[in-house]
């Protein structure tokens, strides 16, 4: 008796285990519904140092992407990594398939095609004792080189560019790719903001998930801490610390960059400056609309125009749209001293680039 209904259970039994089986295949650990193919897009990354091997890890995690190509101009590196990646797929339970390739010169850009983000990295990092615009010359050349080519094949892309110095390699890109100013972004906002909100949290000993941080303006010695707008549990920074305290914290996020160089001595931060870039990916391909600050066109927001610095921005799958929001009016001030000195730097990057074709 028992047996007949056994075998009466059976078909319903194999009907379940085939579901649970099915359901872990479409579903993932993080939490992402991946049936549904068509919402994945493609990623490439330029640069497979430090940076762009960080961000391809960390968006292969997400699992949110179909496809991430990973270039270097290191013969075997990117294929290496991307191998390496690809076995993790199943200990970390991400359905994204990584590619490597070497590029040279302008070969071997043809499999970066139809990418729906672009996130450029290559380029030299700073050493101990070097500011970000020490490099704008070498990286120059190699932004003016990446964006030809990468523009051939994905028309359509939305670039993210981290390469520093960011300010003029932001501009760079959009001159050279001549792409619309939305699809073109810089990251160093998000990067800046978190690491004040650490500062800030350790500073006051509570969960950096209760603190809120905003920089804006240049990605180096003129960023510009919002502190109006850095709140705690809710409550505004400047009821919670005193100026001298604040102070701190402003500086220690400003050469965040610096500090860790100097601690490293070869190469600069990496997994901070990435897990940025995969937020402001995420937030394109998933088109969260989330209000993120990067740098982004200005042209009027904060009586300023024609430039490209940190500035508050919705980021979707049309790129980024300038969100502008009240400061107080020294705040507004220091933007605007940061904008002057971004503009100065964008408009020698076009001597740079008329020395280079001459
Ligand atoms: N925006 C930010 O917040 C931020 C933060 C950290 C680092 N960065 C910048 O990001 C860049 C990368 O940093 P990193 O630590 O990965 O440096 P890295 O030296 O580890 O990697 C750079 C890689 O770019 C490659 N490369 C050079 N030319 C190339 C080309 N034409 N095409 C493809 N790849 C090329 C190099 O071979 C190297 O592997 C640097 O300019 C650094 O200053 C920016």
Redesign the pocket.
């Known amino acids: 008796m028992k047996l007949i209904v056994y075998l009466s259970l059976l078909p319903l039994i194999l009907c379940s285990i085939s579901n649970i089986r099915k359901n872990n295949y479409l579903s993932n650990d993080n939490g992402h519904d991946i049936s549904n193919t068509s919402n994945r897009g493609k990623v490439s990354i330029?640069?497979?140092?430090?940076?762009?091997t960080q961000t391809a890890f960390r968006l292969a995690q997400y699992d949110i992407f179909h496809t991430i190509v990973l270039?270097?101009?290191?013969d075997g590196?990117s294929e290496g990594i991307a191998l390496d990646l690809n076995h993790c797929s199943s200990l970390e339970g991400f359905n994204t398939n990584i590619i490597g390739i070497t590029?040279e010169n302008d070969k071997g850009y043809e499999k970066t095609a139809d990418s729906d983000i672009i996130i450029i990295?290559?380029?030299?990092?700073?050493k101990p004792g070097m500011s970000?615009s020490d490099?704008i010359n070498i990286?120059t050349k190699?932004i003016t080189?990446?964006v030809t080519n990468i523009i051939k094949y994905s028309p359509n892309a939305i670039i993210i560019v981290?390469?520093?110095p960011?300010d003029e390699m932001t501009a760079l890109t959009q001159i050279v790719s001549k792409f619309p100013h939305n699809r073109v972004i810089g990251?160093?906002g998000v990067?800046d903001s978190s690491r004040m909100s650490y500062f800030v949290s350790k500073k006051l000993n509570v969960p950096v998930s209760k603190v809120v941080s905003l920089t804006l303006g240049s990605?180096g010695e003129t960023m510009v801490p919002i502190i109006s707008k850095c709140k705690v549990n809710g409550l505004p920074l400047r009821d919670l610390l005193n100026e001298m305290d604040i102070e701190e914290i402003c500086n220690r996020t400003r050469d965040g960059?610096t500090e860790i160089v100097s601690l490293l001595k070869t190469?600069?931060?990496?997994f901070c400056?990435a897990s940025?870039a995969c937020k402001m990916a995420k937030a394109i391909m998933l088109d969260t609309k989330e209000i993120l600050p990067c740098h982004t066109w200005v042209s009027g927001q904060y009586g300023l125009e024609g430039l490209y610095i940190g500035v508050e921005a919705e980021i979707s799958r049309q790129g980024a749209t300038v969100i502008e929001s009240s400061l107080s009016s020294l705040e507004l001030k220091h933007l605007k001293s940061s904008a002057e000195i971004i503009k100065s730097k964008q408009k020698s990057l076009l001597d740079i680039l008329s020395l280079n074709n001459t």
């Open positions: 330029i640069g497979a140092g430090f940076y762009g270039t270097d101009i290191i590196r590029t990295t290559a380029g030299i990092p700073r970000r490099l990286n190699i080189n990446v981290v390469s520093n960011l990251q160093a990067l990605h960059g190469g600069s931060a990496y400056p940025a």
